[in-house]
């Protein structure tokens, strides 16, 4: 069983930026694709991007393409989304997740962590 805990979370101002960790408990943390979902209050989960197991690839939406970037270290069983230019909208908690499959869907994921809150301010 795999667990994951975010942490890096945080209040920032509008423009700012946070790198946000999750490690991973396993030893198999690199046959796993890496997700990248957030949640805002009164809204849908949303997801904001994916590296694949090696790390050789990596997908973000539009909507943070440009400005998230997703990395990991497999050594370290981490993973790692850095956050610049941030903005009031992307004020959420934020979830990583682990999957065997390469996917934007949530409902690929089996492992969740926790969930670290990022709130920007305007």
């Known amino acids: 069983q795999m667990q994951l805990v975010e942490s890096g979370g945080g209040l920032v101002q509008a423009g700012g930026s946070l790198r946000l960790s999750c490690v991973a408990s396993?030893?198999?943390?690199?046959?796993?694709?890496l997700g990248w979902f957030r949640q805002a209050p009164g809204k849908e989960r949303e997801f904001v991007g994916v590296i694949s197991g090696s790390g050789g690839s990596t997908y973000n939406p539009a909507a943070v393409k440009g400005r998230f970037t997703i990395s990991r270290d497999n050594a370290k069983n981490t993973g790692y989304l850095q956050m610049n230019s941030l903005k009031p909208e992307d004020t959420a908690v934020y979830y990583c997740?682990?999957?065997?499959?390469?996917?934007?869907?949530?409902?690929?994921?089996?492992?969740w962590g926790q969930g670290t809150q990022v709130t920007v301010s305007s």
């Open positions: 396993g030893r198999t943390f690199n046959s796993y694709a």
């Open positions: 997740a682990a999957a065997y499959r390469y996917s934007i869907a949530s409902r690929a994921y089996d492992h």
